[in-house]
């Protein structure tokens, strides 16, 4: 993909899980919007082996355009941007391809929004094969950053730790993301 706008997003893939040909047929296919990378992963036997991680290095860019957001639709209809067509493309081309894992196990979805000028890693785990589930989760990306940022700076004001990651969790059944625990730079567990 020809790179339009900021850092690329990187698409991390168990290749124990998807076959790569599917991966880039599912690159290959998508709006030529922003840079997509591949990364084939392997996990260990004590994680779930259907993984698939969305990293976007620079979200803020993702979220101007629309993408990972419940307003975007909205937004760039208001302005007749071609944007909420690209999304809505890649959105179900993504969904299709998180159901072509190999195993039988219910895949997992992750969020990775990095957030270089503060160097703090924003984590999002999906765990389901509904394709709403999954859409929704995905038009909450902005929603799981903001409530990290919020939660990150109450963590930093009340404790004086600096965090380094902080992880959340799709509650499929409220639709809402539910924060799981948060990690300082000095490896200090907040829950």
């Known amino acids: 993909m020809t790179k339009k706008n900021g850092q690329p997003m990187i698409l991390e893939f168990n290749k124990q899980s998807y076959k790569e040909e599917d991966v880039d047929s599912f690159i290959n296919e998508s709006p030529k919007i922003f840079e997509i990378r591949k990364q084939p992963i392997l996990t ?3 994680t779930s082996t259907t993984i698939i991680t969305l990293v976007l290095l620079t979200p803020l860019i993702y979220f101007m355009r629309g993408f990972f957001t419940k307003i975007g639709e909205t937004f760039a209809e208001e302005i007749k941007a071609d ?8 959105k179900e081309k993504f969904i299709r391809l998180i159901g072509l894992n190999t195993t039988r196990d219910i895949p997992t979805f992750m969020f990775n929004l990095r957030m270089a000028d503060v160097h703090v ?10 394709k709403n589930i999954i859409s929704i989760a995905l038009d909450s990306g902005k929603e799981l950053h903001d409530l990290a940022v919020e939660k990150i700076t109450n963590i930093q004001v009340t404790s004086n730790h600096k965090i380094q990651s902080i992880c959340y969790k799709f509650n499929s059944d409220k639709k809402i993301w539910e924060f799981s625990f948060a990690q300082t730079e000095s490896l200090k567990v907040i829950k």
């Open 44 to 46: 260990f036997a004590e």
């Open 83 to 90: 944007f909420v067509e690209v999304y809505r493309v890649w």
């Open 121 to 130: 890693e924003i984590l999002g785990s999906i765990t389901s094969s509904d």
